[in-house]
Structures are given as structure tokens and as C-alpha cells.
């Protein structure tokens, strides 16, 4: 990271109640590894956006390109990490 730049990390995470494939079948998979401990997985994405240190009204672009083109506001929800 450069010294003229801010990073954001943006997890993005399918809606509760919505069907998650990829979870279940990793689920499964430690079931049959013998894992039996875990009773449910929810798989997810993120993204670590490199942003210029002297934007303007960056907090509202960010959540601008979640919304518009990192996640799916229908079925995914997402989560802003500062650093």
C-alpha cells in the first residue's frame, strides 16, 4: 500500500435465508472428513480496494460501487472495513 492511499476491505455475504450451494456442499465435505463438529458453513467474497489518500466523499463511493457492482443488494449484503 502506498503512503498516499487508504484501503477498504469490503466482505461480501449472501442474505440470511438465501441458499447457499457452496456452503452446504463444503459442509459436507468436513462431515465426510470427519469434521463433524461443524453444523453449517456460509461461504462468502471480499475485496481490498486501494483508494487515493485525497478523495473526496470517499465513504459514499464505496458503498456506491458495493451496491452497484461488488454485490447483488437482492440477495448479498456487505460490510465496509476501514483500514
Same mark, same amino acid.
Do not use: H, W
Given at each position: 500500500?502506498?503512503?498516499?492511499?487508504? =484501503? !477498504? @476491505?469490503? +466482505? @461480501?455475504?449472501? =442474505? *440470511?435465508?438465501?441458499? *447457499? %450451494? /457452496?456452503?452446504?456442499?463444503? /459442509?459436507? !465435505? &468436513?462431515? /465426510?472428513?470427519? +469434521? =463433524?463438529?461443524? &453444523?453449517?458453513?456460509?461461504?462468502?467474497?471480499?475485496?481490498? &480496494?486501494?483508494?487515493? !489518500?485525497?478523495? !473526496?466523499?470517499? *465513504?459514499?463511493? @464505496? *458503498?456506491?460501487?458495493?451496491?452497484?457492482? &461488488?454485490?447483488? %443488494?437482492?440477495?448479498? =449484503?456487505?460490510? @465496509?472495513?476501514?483500514?
Amino acid at each position: 500500500m502506498n503512503n498516499d492511499s487508504k =484501503k !477498504a @476491505v469490503v +466482505y @461480501v455475504r449472501l =442474505k *440470511d435465508g438465501v441458499l *447457499d %450451494p /457452496q456452503g452446504i456442499t463444503i /459442509q459436507k !465435505a &468436513l462431515v /465426510q472428513m470427519g +469434521y =463433524k463438529d461443524f &453444523l453449517s458453513v456460509r461461504s462468502g467474497r471480499f475485496f481490498e &480496494l486501494e483508494i487515493k !489518500a485525497d478523495s !473526496a466523499d470517499i *465513504d459514499r463511493k @464505496v *458503498d456506491e460501487i458495493c451496491s452497484k457492482l &461488488l454485490a447483488n %443488494p437482492v440477495i448479498e =449484503k456487505f460490510e @465496509v472495513e476501514k483500514k
